[in-house]
């Protein structure tokens, strides 16, 4: 067996698939779940100009679930926690662009320097602390399913009530509080529903990569389409393929799971910026059409 | 070549009932209102009553609070002293009832927003919770689009769209609720003249067919002169309202700023000289205009 060979066999191998395939069945739902919630939170992070955040965000949740690793107690309540100070942090620091940016880059050393610490602390095994950074797959176990799941219902049906006057706040602030839409108080209640999403998603893909789920699939829809039902059903679609797609090919393998998520993704908004790209010329001709007076 | 005025907006209210309910029949009306910030004072002791179907434009320099007011009309910013009531309540309870033309800004999701999704939200933006997908709104949408001769670009991207193009689509977000008041802010920064024309013929339009009231904070008086009923000028040395020939004289501006100021009429146009950032002053986007096939006479920069 050539190197190359066996580099390939680590990263795709499909032996025994079918009982390994057994195994990951809850984490097949809970990444299905995700999708959805992500890849409806993304759409209002790229319309609020908000990655940065999602990345701060996510550094403090990895702090709180490796807090929560290191005294034994649930992960997933952990890394909620850390995500909602932080989120309610930024939300309270940073209503403008500017100070925002600035808040976030202050949280984000300190949440993951206090994540080391506590990893540094912990004396479980190795492939726990891996997992919180850069993703696992099999870890989800029936508790924590219940948590997960629970999370993102309720980001769900927060999500549909706040939709409309969010939609309106988040892309035109001015002439929505004019209409007597309660920006700043959205614009909080959408981080909170952020910090949630962000929790979620470190389970499954590791802090470091949540992005892949909360703005890839978000930003890769936006390159296709502006319609208001068509981006977010883009979004969930392309949010849940990378995710489910790499559960499934990271199975075999003793890879972890987040370049096969995020490679999809990539693979994705780059069919999608290039398709976009087509979009734009077609409505560049129409400006060389005069236009009737 | 003039174009002709656009459809009025159909399913509204006809004009006559406007001033029904009101005591004084003042859409607006501000009695003593003064605004300002710690000792600074922004404006002081203004009293005015604007009438149903009035077209007021608000001049003035820079940071002479012309954005302030357009905010106190809104209920945004509270006022230091006085009253401010906006059809007979206070004005943050008037917001239906009041279009918006905000000031030109790049939108952060303007790729990800159509026209109609503007003019959307105008409608049913404000509200909580999802509705079905509705036919009326939608057929709404489209009516607004065509009253402003935007339906050609209903579904464009609004990043995509040229500053004349988008501030039609705005003009039609502030009519979708059919408001008795309309408050434009700035609204013919950077266009080109065959724009200004277009946008003030919207506004003109719909105040003439509804008479729907129009606030129009503008840096440049020119392109709306011939409309104007009366003047608000706010200058750092006090305020003046009346109408454009009583306000816009040398000898009024001279006293608001307390320096000679010349105002002079060539060829139908008010040319304002030596005020410090006049109003009549041309905009610094002159350049655009100079490839329009209208003559326009070149006015003297202070």
């Known amino acids: ?56 965000i996510s550094e403090l949740s990895f702090a709180g679930a490796s807090a929560a690793l290191l005294l034994g107690t649930n992960i997933v309540a952990g890394s909620i926690v850390g995500s909602l100070l932080a989120a309610g942090a930024i939300g309270l620091l940073g209503a403008r662009a500017r100070d925002r940016n600035s808040a976030i880059g202050i949280l984000m050393p300190f949440g993951l320097g206090l994540g080391v610490l506590f990893l540094a602390l912990y004396k479980g095994r190795a492939a726990n602390k891996f997992g919180l950074l850069t993703g696992q797959i099999v870890a989800v176990d029936t508790p924590q399913m219940t948590w997960l799941l629970g999370t993102s219902a309720l980001v769900l049906i927060a999500l549909a009530v706040i939709w409309r006057p969010l939609t309106f706040a988040s892309a035109d602030p001015d002439v929505a509080a004019a209409r007597g839409v309660p920006v700043r108080g959205l614009s909080f209640a959408f981080m909170i529903v952020l910090g949630l999403t962000v929790a979620l998603s470190v389970q499954v893909v590791g802090a470091l990569l949540v992005l892949t789920l909360v703005v890839t699939p978000a930003a890769a829809a936006a390159r296709v389409t502006a319609s208001p039902v068509l981006l977010p059903l883009l979004s969930v679609a392309f949010a849940v393929l990378s995710i489910e797609g790499g559960i499934l090919l990271a199975l075999g393998s003793s890879i972890p799971i987040s370049p096969y998520v995020t490679t999809i993704s990539f693979t994705v908004y780059g069919l999608c910026r290039l398709a976009g790209a087509y979009r734009t010329r077609r409505w560049g001709d129409r400006r060389t059409v005069p236009r009737p007076a | ?286 350049h655009e205009t100079a490839h329009q096939a209208v003559p326009q006479t070149e006015e003297v920069r202070p």
């Open chain 2, 1 to 286: 070549m003039r174009r002709p005025a656009p459809a009025a907006i159909p399913r509204a209210r006809q004009g006559g009932d406007q001033a029904a309910g009101e005591g004084s029949g003042a859409v607006i009306s501000l009695r003593g209102a003064e605004l300002s910030y710690g000792t600074r004072v922004v404006w002081q002791g203004l009293d005015l009553d604007v009438r149903p179907g009035e077209f007021l434009a608000v001049l003035g320099p820079n940071g002479s609070g012309k954005t302030s007011f357009v905010r106190a009309l809104l209920g945004r910013q509270p006022l230091s002293a006085g009253t401010l009531t906006v059809l007979g309540g206070p004005a943050r309870e008037a917001g239906r009832h009041l279009g918006y033309v905000p000031q030109q800004a790049e939108l952060s999701a303007q790729a990800l927003i159509r026209a109609r999704d503007l003019v959307r939200f105008g409608i049913d933006g404000h509200r909580f919770g999802l509705r079905p997908r509705s036919g009326a709104v939608r057929r709404r949408v489209d009516e607004i689009l065509a009253s402003v001769g935007a339906s050609a670009y209903a579904d464009v991207p609004l990043g995509m769209l040229s500053g004349g193009e988008r501030q039609r689509v705005r003009i039609g977000q502030a009519l979708a609720t059919d408001p008795r008041i309309l408050l434009c802010d700035e609204p013919l920064l950077s266009l080109d003249l065959n724009h200004q024309r277009a946008v003030t013929e919207l506004v003109d339009a719909r105040r003439r067919s509804h008479g729907t009231s129009v606030v129009f904070v503008t840096h440049e008086i020119n392109p709306v002169l011939g409309l104007v009923d009366r003047v608000l000028y706010l200058a750092p040395g006090g305020h003046r309202i009346g109408a454009p020939e009583e306000v816009l004289t040398s000898q009024s501006l001279s006293e608001l700023y307390g320096t000679r100021v010349d105002v002079l009429r060539v060829q139908g146009r008010v040319v304002v000289v030596g005020a410090p950032d006049g109003p009549a002053s041309p905009p610094h986007h002159t």
């Open chain 1, 1 to 56: 067996m050539t190197l190359a060979e066996g580099v390939w066999h680590q990263i795709f191998s499909f032996e025994n698939y079918g009982e390994l395939l057994a195994l990951v069945r809850n984490s097949l739902v809970v990444g299905a779940a995700l999708g959805l919630v992500g890849g409806l939170a993304g759409v209002f992070v790229i319309m609020r100009d908000l990655p940065f955040a999602v990345h701060g």
